[in-house]
């Protein structure tokens, strides 16, 4: 094989595995995102029930704020009479942790069919929008569901200290100085887009700093194979 030949095929593999390296690091996730079994314990009008349910929370970035949609897998609670179309108006908070606290309104549209007596009353997919107040790594997870229906008003509470279904590493506007509490939900625009995990930018940055060490790196073994070999031919 001649020197000549050899230097290209040291350049490709180097170029090669810089580029691999680089997707690598661009593909590690923003966000981590997790369905959690919840044991709700509901007071309705006619006594206490209960019910599990696997929360699911997923986030959309919309400019400086996220939006946030939490779906039930299974319905909670139930009704002694049958509860026609648009009879339910569901609402929730999710709790914010790690860097940040407070929590967030979620709402979203009545039922849109009618649901049957003693039946688990499904929730609609409820969405609101989160803000950053501080930078780092935030927690979100299922708190208080309200359900209205005929009049009457059903709350159901976390009994088994649920663990997070979303963790989103976020920067806060003006180096998030402030405080947490409480966001406003977005109401019934849950629908139309498929969710995502977080911001692309900070893992688009991520990787091309990957690439360029490595580029670098390559850069270094080609000087030195092309040293050694200058030295091979002066002997």
């Known amino acids: 094989m001649s020197y000549r030949t050899y230097q290209k095929r040291t350049a490709v593999l180097a170029l090669g595995a810089a580029l691999a390296g680089s997707a690598v690091l661009m593909a590690a996730p923003a966000a981590q995102a997790a369905v959690v079994n919840v044991n709700y314990q509901c007071k309705t009008p006619i006594g206490d029930k209960s019910a599990v349910s696997p929360i699911d929370i997923k986030s959309v970035k919309n400019g400086s704020a996220y939006k946030l949609t939490m779906s039930w897998q299974k319905g909670v609670s139930s009704s002694p009479v049958e509860l026609g179309k648009g009879a339910v108006n569901p609402s929730a908070v999710i709790k914010v942790g790690g860097a940040d606290g407070g929590t967030v309104s979620v709402s ?29 790594s935030v927690t979100f997870t299922a708190g208080v569901l309200t359900i209205k229906a005929l009049g009457t008003t059903t709350t159901c509470t976390p009994s088994n200290s649920p663990k997070p279904s979303l963790t989103l590493d976020v920067t806060a506007a003006g180096g998030g100085s402030g405080s947490g509490g409480t966001q406003s939900g977005s109401g019934a625009d849950s629908g139309g887009q498929l969710p995502q995990t977080g911001p692309e930018d900070s893992a688009i940055a991520l990787g091309t700093l990957g690439g360029t060490v490595l580029l670098a790196g390559a850069a270094g073994t080609l000087w030195l194979t092309r040293r050694n070999q200058h030295r091979a031919v002066r002997r």
């Open 108 to 136: 979203g549209p009545a039922n849109a069919a009618a649901i049957p007596a003693n039946t688990p009353i499904k929730i609609s997919d409820l969405s609101g929008t989160y803000t950053p107040r501080k930078s780092g």
